[in-house]
Each structure stands twice: as C-alpha cells, then as structure tokens.
Nanobody, 123 residues
Framework: QVQLAESGGGLVQAGDSLRLSCVAS????????MGWFRQAPGKEREFVAS????????YYADSVEGRFTISRDNPKNTVYLQMNSLKLEDTATYYC????????????????WGQGTQVTVSS
C-alpha cells in the first residue's frame, strides 16, 4: 500500500495559478489510480480530478474542467494538479488519494489519502 504526501498549496489571488504535488511511497505507484479531492469548511469532500493507472483515462469535475490539469510522473511516484484561473470558490483543503487501477469520483472508493494541503484564493 502506498503512502501519500501533498504539497504546493498556498494563498493566491483570483486568476492566479498553483501546482499541487502528491508524492507516493512504494514501488507499485504506476498500478494505482490517483485522484484529487477538495473539502471546504462545512462542506462535503468533493471530486476534482482523477487519472487511471499507468497513463490512463482522465476525469474532471465540471467545475474545474478547462482550468485544472491532472498529470502523473510514474518514475517519480508523483501526481500533479495544475490549477489555473483560480476562483474564490476553489478555496479548500486539497487531498490526493489512491486506489488500485481504475479511478472513481467517489471519495469512499479510495483506500489511501494524504494529509491535505490548503489552497486559499483571495479577491
């Protein structure tokens, strides 16, 4: 089983960009689907983006489609979330998550989670 650690969060202004990284331990990273989720205060954790194992299919939430890009570098055991044109409503704690092979938009489908990284977008 992998362990995950996110980084790259911060305080930015609306319209700015950030890139989040999630590094996984373990030797079987390429066999895991990776997902990004976010949770704002008082709200449920919501799906942002995911990528199937290897360099497989990619999925986005409608709210981030066209602004966010998920990618992975399997030799580096890392998945990224490039966030452009950030909006106030993107403010949340962002989590990466892992599950075997095929991704899901449901948080409950993932076995492993990182500790989260805070993204705050100001006007």
């Amino acid at each position: 089983q992998v362990q995950l650690a996110e980084s790259g969060g911060g305080l930015v202004q609306a319209g700015d960009s950030l890139r989040l990284s999630c590094v996984a331990s373990g030797r079987t990273f390429s066999s895991y689907a990776m997902g990004w989720f976010r949770q704002a205060p008082g709200k449920e954790r919501e799906f942002v983006a995911s990528m199937d194992w290897g360099l497989g299919n990619i999925y986005y939430a409608d709210s981030v489609e066209g602004r966010f890009t998920i990618s992975r570098d399997n030799p580096k055991n890392t998945v990224y979330l490039q966030m452009n044109s950030l909006k106030l409503e993107d403010t949340a704690t962002y989590y990466c998550a892992a599950k075997r092979y095929y991704s899901s938009t449901s948080p409950g489908a993932y076995d492993t989670w990182g500790q989260g990284t805070q993204v705050t977008v100001s006007s």
